[in-house]
């Protein structure tokens, strides 16, 4: 069972900066991916940011040149580094780690930090 334990939300001014940060423990396999989601109310859960272990990275179009997804291997923690945040970037995030056994693969999701941007 993997624990994914995320801090780093919270309210922030537009134009502002923020760092999520996810702690994956417990019994881990072989990450192969890691990543962040974000939800807003009324909508529907979407990708934001997403590390793969080949070293590729997916970004969102919506937050392409704002926020950078990065990974600290040894302690099993992805990053998003969000800055000039925008009202619309408001949402629950959720991080994702994608892991895979060698013959099953497994998504593990953390519970939600709250990001607010607004004056």
């Known amino acids: 069972q993997v624990q994914l334990e995320e801090s780093g939300g919270g309210l922030v001014q537009p134009g502002g900066s923020l760092r999520l940060s996810c702690a994956a423990s417990?019994?881990?396999?072989?990450?192969?991916?890691m990543g962040w989601y974000r939800q807003a109310p009324g909508k529907q859960r979407e990708l934001v940011a997403i590390l793969h272990d080949t070293g590729s990275e997916n970004y969102a179009d919506s937050v392409k040149g704002r926020f950078t997804i990065s990974r600290d291997s040894f302690k099993n923690t992805v990053y998003l580094q969000m800055n000039s945040l925008k009202p619309e970037d408001t949402a629950l995030y959720y991080c994702?780690?994608?892991?895979?056994?060698?013959?099953?693969?497994?998504?593990?999701w953390g519970q939600g930090t709250q990001v607010t941007v607004s004056s």
């Open positions: 994702i780690v994608s892991e895979s056994d060698g013959n099953a693969m497994y998504d593990n």
């Open positions: 417990g019994s881990i396999f072989s990450i192969y991916a």
